[in-house]
């Protein structure tokens, strides 16, 4: 197992380096960073001169790309070519918002679809299993913005109606959103429809799996032996079959969970989050090559990551699996 | 298809009733009383039993035509694209207006039968049922063109992968690993911002130019399996080449999993084009597309809640309905299946 660890660790590190420099050259050759500056009526060429001369900018792609990487080691990412903003700070604050919002609603879609998929699994072609089929093929198909407006569009109405505010549509928290308990409850009512939003995705794709894996369970050999020995159903389901069904779900949400950081870009833009897909748009809409760059590393090695890691858990989980 | 041929001997279903398996007589030759039974098309070739009963052997892809048109949701889910893609192709027809007709008069009004907006209209008094329409025609065309192109690329590699294996295999194989562990939107994104979308083509090949990993996934996989298969030997005996063995041999028995593929494809390009556009690094004005027309009724304050509603209405109807046709394809062409009550 360890050498196995071991083996994957060394095997991601030419996985990052080459993905870093397609994401480099592909962003690099596809665009200007002084387009804008040259834009500029106040900005004279020393200043265009000196920004490319900091950058490297008149250098071949290959030893801008070796001056970006140590830039990107030693600087953590280093400065913006706008303004000269650090970029490290910015990615910490955003990644911390969108993690909070997508553990909450991660956890939230984990929890409830085991439940759905366990159930539709053990009574299958009920109308609850049906009534579960249906809803999660209409989740697959509504995109997540288009939801996320709808709800937006209720909680509108209904405040302008009726002057009542349930929740937020825009923004982590209130101007002014006090302290602790009221804290809490001020940032549950800004997160709630992202949060809804998100998990609700989750959660379409996360129960069909569950109930696919659990039905493949039901049907082995084993569970048959372990009802014929005379357990009792419950026995069965909790002890047997649903342990064993959820080491699939389990990989597949590792596998998923890097990409999330990247992935709700739409969600965050509509609510206006300040997350990480709220500040990707914000720099590509900038057309600052350097922020866009260390957005997509830090993506990129999240998603390697947690591919390591659920190859890892599978083999905690599956004794079955032998690494030699 | 000369693949489906080696099917057909496999698969005449012996009729239950009756205790003793009869023995068939080919094309009905002279022993029997029952009708005699033409040979034609050797698709056609028809069985005589001694019981008299006729039966016809079937190909494998008329077995799963049958599969199809007996899965109920698939085949409703079929009628109600075909409608979509009529309304898509006949937008012109349809429309009560033209999709930028501005009429100062009626602007902002709720739905109503009243001079055929259905859907309402925005702030310039733009006819959102008309808008809607066109806006489809954009969407699907971009969703069908990226299915095609992708399909393409994907086929592509993924049978130069698994066909030809070593080295060739692990250098196509590791570059669409590599391409997975890139967040997908986002690279979609930049490719919009810097490349110049706008255009529904181009818009169309960005999008393609991700989507064919899980096709290339899926042909290498079973190009792998088939590579073995005693068919693929014999053709490689009698001295065919590598091209005629893929492009004859091996890719009509990859053609099952590649239709799903596509027709899935089709579903995910439609959503992620909405959100391209939504965003407004998809389809640039004049062209329409839903993911725009719902960015616009967002624009316009969320008060009008119709412009929201009735474009994305549409694209679930749409994703909706491939995505039932794409699970029904995929019961259907599995050749393990065999409960067909026929």
Redesign the interface.
Known sequence: MLTYIVRRLLYSIP?LI??SF??FT??SI??DPLAFLRMQPGVSFDTIDLIAERKHLNDPIPVRYVHWVKEAVTDQFGTTTLGNRPIWPDLTRVMKNTAQLIIAAELIAIFLAILIGVYSAVRQYSAFDYSATTFS??G???????LA??L??LV??IL?KYNIRLFY?SGLSSVDPGEGFRFVLDRAQHLALPVFVLATASIASYSRFMRASMLEVINSDYVRTARAKGLNERKVIMRHAFRNALIPLVTLIALGFG?L???A??TE??FSLDGMGFY??QA??E?DPYP?MA??MI??TL??VF?LIADIVYGILDPRVRYD | MTESKQFEEQQPQRPSAGGMAPTPTYGGVAQHSGPIADIGEPTELALTWETGVDLKTRSQWQYALRRFLRHRLAMGSLVVLLGILAVAVFAEQIAPYAFDDIDLENINSPPTTQGNHFFGTDMLGRDYFSRVVFGLRTSVWVALVVALLSTAIGTAIGAISGYFGGWVDNLLMRFTDLILTLPGLAILLVAAVYFGAGDPLRVAIILALLFWTGIARVVRGVFLSLREKEYVEAAKASGSGDTRIILRHMLPNTMGPVIVNATLVVAAAILTEAGLSFLGFGIQPPNPALGKLIADGQSEGLKLWWLVTFPGLVIVAIALAINFIGDGLRDALDPTQRRIRA
């Open positions: 996985v080459a993905a397609i994401i592909f962003v596809s665009s093929f209409l697959l198909a509504t995109p997540n913005f288009w407006l709808m937006q569009v509108v109405n302008e549509v990409g950081f990247g992935g870009i739409v833009t509509v990707f748009i590509i809409g057309g866009v957005w997509l993506t990129a998603i390697i591919n």
